[in-house]
């Protein structure tokens, strides 16, 4: 099975952010790995990029991941707008 794994600590920057500081909260994606278990599934991800250890991340959470579906949010909101 495949596991998504990220955590809710740290800061990003988004698309338009053109100062030196990040300007949005949010998850941070650490791994996606295949594993028999969440657990296993971290100890890949560490295997894989042991500089984690390094950044000060405390907690991850891991999430199963069934099919994936990949959406472009400007067709969604184009979608949505056709809707309304």
Known sequence: MEYFIYTTEGTTFSP????PESDIENCQVLGIEEADTPDEAVKRMLEHFPELLDLGFE?????PIGERSYIC?????DSMKEVM
Do not use: E, K
């Open 16 to 19: 338009s952010c053109d100062g």
């Open 73 to 77: 949010l400007q067709d969604a909101l």
């Open 59 to 63: 907690n991850v959470i891991v999430v």
